[in-house]
């Protein structure tokens, strides 16, 4: 293919954007929320409306059943070319609490964020569904003006990364020979800042778990049990407010075992960077680090492992007053781990911990969500630097490499199943508002993005 | 009145015990749960409902606003004789977790306990309506069976007991005048044990306090800012997890200041008592006291204070997992206090703990639900030593004078506003789950309740 041919087809992109829009927000209008079962028809109905889209510009797809929601599976005729496979996830994260939204989740719209750039705003208008559209409306383009894409490629979007991939994992080994490619794109992480692109190049993995600490077998009035029968609630808090030390340093003894400090050489290129609590934390109302005392403030976001209680409940938790005790409490524990640690050992150590803090006469029960380890990809991957010239090319400023805090297991099971490694990029910022109200997409990051992928897709034609 | 008077109305209460149950059923039925604001209306209606029911018999009664929920307020002609207050409330707790109930809390049926007991079942049940209905059956077989009551008696029923009587403290100074009596009688405490009367001469107090800690601005995703943004909850549950130390003393400042212990005599009675582990907690599942060790599980019970955090909510508290650093996290926490202790002391050394282990980049607010002082009744009150004999007459076992580790803020109330003693006679048991799921109140509580208050009414008669 010929510069010329790029050429019109990133000239196709910004003159048929309005319709690309258009495109996503009937995405956004469905509402799959995987987490919860009363959504489960909506993910149905993304997965159906995805597949249609992208057989609409002749790749052959369908919508594939797994054990849990459905997975949509796209694949060009293959042209012995270089050949990827594509995931993304069409999923999305609950949208509670609803009263802070400005409008309603999916209805979206594009609106002025405060400073004045244009956002997209809806549930999944970053996390996933606008990445994942950015990839499909770049291939779009490339079979409206070529009439063929550049390169071999496999679709493969699934609809429970929300929700640990439980069923998608198993439906991969199941269909190991199908989804052969010679690496994987994934579209689901961010950019360094607004203006400069980015692949990320490692993961920190999850371990999320679920506890419930029973006491006394029902409900009791605190004025005839208060001071003599034990509070679940009493039990959950002394246990999970001891998983931290002064230093801010996690309890669970073993959990920094085969932890590794990061090389001298990349903390001194960190302590160059401009990533502090007044670029990071004050945006977000904060401005005290809460991570590990003398550690950057990067290394906390993205090189250490964490812990945080994403839900905790028990009890009276409605308007006014009741004088319960209640017989059970709950929390939601998660943390992201970094290379050396493994998610089964962990999850060991914090049942052990857990279990040893139990009275006698009170019981836990644990209840996993997903286990994933970190993740360290390739940095000398042919497809990485060809990736990192176009991306290079279509923002004007030089590619990082970068670290993410955040979690893609996904990544570590196309390694050990399918044996492919992964390469990262996505055009999210950290002022997205991902799993959050009012998440936002910029959409200079759609438009932009669609026109990336255009530009890698024709530099990975190249890389053999 | 004669002894044959007595017996006639006694006789009339067994004969018509059906329709007593059907009328109680009828006031059980209506869903005045006064916390909720979806239940303004069903409180209003059982106002009404009790007022017509009492009004029937005779008692010229109606339903008199407050700011809140309304009153019922009956009064005899005055007949220049003993007159007695007669308190109760028609509110409910509200009935959440609804799945642990076995049938719909607002559908009574009498049925069989699991010990061949006959129960009636329903929220409120004993408290506070099937207690109330005790004494209003009694008056109506009196005034039934003689054309008459013994004393004149002011009716005074209340609607916000459950949420701490914010409205109904006003109504009564607002209205001192009429509601001038010789005591009070409250029917709103328990039995010793199933077979034994108990008169309560001394209740805890209660403050009740909640708790609103916010860190980021917004709701976060916990890969992004995991390790770096503080998350209320680890706050929350660091606070709430260190007010207890090992000997499960409460750990903040001053909180036993003022606290007395009780006199030598006092405890040698009490360490004849069958009330261990064994009778007390066993049959709630539990066998380790939660109170301060080296007290008797009767002090833990009543004459120590406590502290509970009866709600704990923050985060995703849904079905299946959700990787968010929630902005704010809250509880509602709660403490019965005992004589020495000063509520509004309680409540500032309370938020002064908190206060000060709040991060320098996060807040905290306070609301309050209720403040009400440990009570200490007269025991040489007149009107004790007759209704002791009538109860010990009517069950046949020698009534108990009994602390009670539960609250009833009104009692105070009623000695600061209206100079008034009260007398604590009720029928309820440590089994009837009062303030949780299936609530029930012994038919046999029920129907020697009404022929207690039936006996009790001719011996204050003889009272000057």
């Known amino acids: 293919m010929t510069n010329a041919q790029l050429q019109s087809v990133l000239d196709h992109i910004d003159k048929d954007f309005d319709n690309s829009l258009e495109r996503l927000f009937s995405l956004l209008r469905i509402k799959s929320i995987s987490a919860d079962p009363a959504f489960v028809a909506d993910c149905i109905a993304a997965a159906e409306h995805l597949a249609k889209d992208i057989a609409s510009f002749g790749v052959a797809t369908e919508v594939r059943p797994t054990a849990g929601h459905p997975a949509v599976v796209g694949k060009t005729a293959a042209g012995g070319r270089p050949h990827v496979l594509f995931y993304g996830h069409y999923d999305v994260q609950p949208v509670d609490p609803l009263d802070l939204w400005h409008r309603p989740p999916f209805e979206p719209v594009v609106t002025d964020h405060a400073d004045g750039r244009k956002i997209i ?5 970053e996390d996933d569904k606008g990445q994942v559209m950015t990839f499909v409306e770049a291939c779009r383009a490339w079979k409206k003006v070529t009439g063929s894409l550049p390169i071999d490629i496999t ?31 994934v579209c689901d992480t961010g950019m360094w800042d607004r203006d400069t692109p980015a692949i990320t190049t490692s993961l920190r993995g999850l371990l999320y778990e679920e506890v419930k600490i029973t006491a006394a077998n029902r409900d009791l009035h605190s004025g005839v049990f208060g001071g003599t029968a034990m509070n679940p609630i009493r039990v959950l808090t002394k246990i999970l407010g001891g998983l931290f030390d002064d230093d801010n340093r996690i309890t669970i003894p073993g959990f920094y075992d085969g932890v590794k400090d990061a090389p001298p050489d990349i903390l001194a290129q960190w302590k160059k960077l401009d990533f502090t609590p007044e670029t990071f934390l004050k945006p977000i109302g904060l401005s005290i680090p809460a991570g590990e005392k003398g550690r950057l403030l990067v290394e906390q976001a993205s090189t250490r492992p964490t812990c945080d209680v994403n839900g905790i409940w028990g009890g009276y938790i409605g308007e006014g007053s009741k004088t319960v005790i209640p017989s059970h409490a709950s929390a939601k524990v998660s943390f992201r781990l970094v290379e050396g640690q493994d998610p089964q050992k962990i999850r060991k150590a914090f049942r052990d911990y857990v279990s040893a803090r139990i009275p006698g006469d009170c019981k836990v029960e644990f209840g996993d969500h997903s286990a994933g380890p970190a993740i360290a990809l390739d940095w000398n991957m042919k497809p990485l630097a060809a990736a990192k010239t176009a ?23 196309f390694k050990r199943t399918l044996g492919l490694d992964s390469l990262l990029v996505g055009f999210g910022l950290d002022d997205d508002n991902i799993h959050s109200p009012n998440e936002k997409y910029d959409l ?21």
């Open 155 to 185: 679709f493969l979007i699934e609809g429970e990364e929300e929700v640990g991939s439980k069923n998608f994992v198993p439906f991969i080994e199941a269909n190991k020979d199908e989804f052969k490619a010679d690496y994987v794109l």
């Open 444 to 464: 200079r990051s759609f438009q932009k993005g669609i026109r990336s992928w255009a530009r890698i897709l024709a530099v990975l034609a190249e890389v053999k």
């Open 121 to 125: 705003v809806a549930r999944g208008a």
């Open 391 to 413: 991306l290079t090319e279509e923002w004007g400023k030089e590619t990082v490499l970068m670290g993410s805090g955040a979690s893609i297991p996904i990544v570590a099971d």
